[in-house]
């Protein structure tokens, strides 16, 4: 593959003129008499919104910059607040309930500063090269690593779409509503969402949907934390009740574990492509990463607040499930917090099963070279759509299945992502400092420091929760 055209918008398009940028219809090639397509079009119009914006006179800079942000901003947000999944806040509820506010309030903030630094670099890739993962992957090391990486993420994808429809599930069932009606109401959301054949449209569509992950944080306010507390364990990052025992180092090891996973990384390259971001985008991919980050982080850190009192009180939680938390929390938030808390849940897995369902949309159409862009429609881009709907309506099928093992599936998750991760993110550190594609913004040596570290800690954690998994008294 040759040096990636990195020039930036010209007439306002800024579809740029890398074959890559039109990669998603193959017969296409990018010569001047090919026709426009729906998806260039779309993108154009989006990309002349982003110069205009930037022709702004100099006496509006503030306001000129405010605009731009609100343009490219987007992936970075909408891949924290989905990694804010229903199996992650459920984890960040047991965490709480069983250890109240000590380590883990600060040991979340750090892992997710860890989880930016691994997404920034996808921003850049993104821009750089317009670009999926999947594809960069397949272009660079092969086709047995392309159709790896793909199917590893599309099956690791697939039965991570479960745990979130257990989610959803639960989180409507605090309110009486049947499993047949909340598993079938959030595919036909899905859907809906979906078939606005627009990635403007989409992104702001789902973007309000993610917002509401803040539910948790009046619900932590209804208990009435102890600040004098959450500000001490920020300060001396402690205490740690039970010490580094073998139940604290697995759960350390799984929200370190967890907090970057193939689907992010998948997901914002794809979803930054879609966006037609350029190299000078950057600077504003990296504020969007950066406000997702801050925002996940809060709001995971105001679900173990909104917990502390079942730990308080000493109510043992070790095998709730999301309605049972809700309900648990009622004597100490009142009906209105554990409703909340409740909706928390069924908007943490919908909004997930919306972005990791797109994730497995771009692998495959990025490796089988179809068309995969949210600006295209179901006739131009039939595989993309149904690999999307399709993966949703297996995974929301298999949750309403009676007596299915469902916490075997979710064991499984746990060790398919740990298998996933080390490919995954060599994958990512070799191809951002490949300058044959990067050119200017390959990583430098302070990023290559951060980038190795987080990497090396991330597989050694994920080797260390898989094998602890599969070998429970390993560290009894």
Avoid at 182 to 191: D, F, S
Avoid at 455 to 463: C, E, N, Q, R, S
Wanted: one cysteine or more; charged letters at 10%.
């Amino acid at each position: 593959m040759g040096r990636i055209n990195q020039n930036s918008e010209s007439s306002g398009s800024g579809i740029g003129t890398s074959p890559a940028a039109h990669e998603s219809s193959p017969a296409h090639a990018g010569t001047c008499a090919d026709p426009l397509t729906g998806e260039d079009i779309s993108r154009a119009r989006d990309r002349l919104a982003v110069a205009k914006a930037r022709s702004i006179a100099q006496p509006h800079a503030r306001w000129r910059w405010m605009r731009l942000l609100w343009l490219l901003a987007g992936p970075g947000v909408l891949v924290f607040l989905g990694e804010n999944d229903a199996p992650s806040m459920l984890s960040y509820a047991a965490t709480g309930s069983q250890f109240g506010i000590g380590f883990f309030l600060p040991f979340i903030l750090v892992t997710f500063i860890a989880g930016w630094i691994v997404q920034e670099m996808t921003v850049r890739l993104g821009s750089v090269t317009h670009r999926g993962h999947a594809e960069l992957i397949f272009d660079r090391f092969g086709p047995f690593w392309g159709f790896f990486s793909m199917a590893d993420l599309v099956l690791g994808n697939f039965l991570t779409l479960v745990t979130e429809f257990i989610g959803i599930r639960a989180g409507l069932g605090y309110f009486g509503i049947p499993p047949l009606v909340a598993v079938g109401g959030a595919i036909a959301l899905i859907l809906a969402v979906t078939m606005t054949h627009r990635y403007w449209t989409w992104e702001r569509i789902l973007l309000g949907l993610a917002l509401f992950n803040g539910l948790f944080v009046p619900v932590a306010l209804m208990t009435h934390p102890d600040w004098p507390a959450v500000g001490h364990a920020f300060i001396t990052f402690g205490p740690l009740p039970g010490g580094l025992g073998s139940q604290n180092i697995l759960l350390m090891m799984a929200d370190i574990g967890a907090t970057v996973t193939p689907w992010m990384l998948f997901f914002q390259q794809g979803a930054t492509t879609d966006k037609g971001m350029q190299p000078r985008d950057i600077g504003f991919g990296r504020w969007d990463t950066s406000i997702g980050t801050l925002l996940a982080a809060v709001f995971g850190m105001a679900v173990v607040l909104a917990t502390v009192p079942l730990y308080t009180h000493g109510i043992s939680t070790e095998n709730y499930q999301g309605a049972q938390f809700a309900q648990a929390l009622q004597p100490y938030v009142g009906k209105l917090g554990s409703s909340l808390f409740a909706l928390g849940l069924v908007e943490a897995g919908l909004v997930a099963a919306i972005s990791i369902s797109t994730s497995s949309g771009y692998a495959f159409g990025e490796v089988m070279h179809h068309a995969h862009s949210l600006n295209r429609s179901i006739k131009e881009a039939w595989p993309f759509y149904l690999t999307l709907l399709g993966s949703a309506i297996a995974a929301g099928a298999i949750v309403l299945i009676p007596h299915a093992p469902l916490e075997f599936v979710v064991l499984i998750v746990n060790v398919i992502a740990v298998l996933a991760m080390p490919p995954a993110l060599l994958f990512l550190l070799l191809l951002v400092n490949d300058r044959e594609i990067m050119g200017e913004s390959v990583n430098g040596l302070w990023l290559n420091i951060a980038g190795i570290a987080v990497t090396v800690l991330l597989i050694i954690a994920g080797l260390g929760y898989g094998l602890t998994t599969v070998f429970p008294k390993l560290l009894s």
